[in-house]
């Protein structure tokens, strides 16, 4: 069973940074596509970040390219994403998930869906003071 665990969100001013973590057990954590979603109040989850099981190749939100950056390690089975210039847009929960299927690629330039994702944890409140 896929047991997922965010962590690191907080409340912070217009224009400062924050970095999220999310750790991930139950299945071969090298083999999966990960990515970052988040799910503001009153709206649908939308895909923030996605990153292929090497790490090698990421693909962002238009509204987040250049703010945010999505990495992994896949020897402690850890998925991060570090944001800066946070703006009060970007306030939402955010959740981390596992590719439904291993192998996985997205090549991008849109994100994938999230019904192509699972493992979903509790996620991780990010909000972002004006």
């Known amino acids: 069973q896929v047991q997922v665990e965010e962590s690191g969100g907080g409340l912070v001013q217009t224009g400062g940074s924050l970095g999220l973590s999310c750790t991930i057990s139950g299945l071969t954590f090298d083999r999966y596509t990960m990515a970052w979603f988040r799910q503001a109040p009153g709206k649908e989850r939308e895909g923030v970040a996605v990153i292929n099981k090497h790490g090698d190749h990421t693909v962002y939100a238009d509204s987040v390219k250049g703010r945010f950056t999505v990495s992994r390690d896949n020897d402690k089975n850890t998925l991060t994403l570090q944001m800066r210039s946070l703006k009060p847009d970007d306030t939402a929960k955010y959740f981390c998930?596992?590719?439904?299927?291993?192998?996985?690629?997205?090549?991008?330039?849109?994100?994938?869906?999230?019904?192509?994702?699972?493992?979903w944890g509790q996620g991780t409140q990010v909000t972002v003071a004006s």
């Open positions: 998930a596992a590719a439904l299927r291993p192998n996985t690629y997205y090549a991008g330039p849109s994100l994938p869906d999230e019904s192509d994702f699972g493992g």
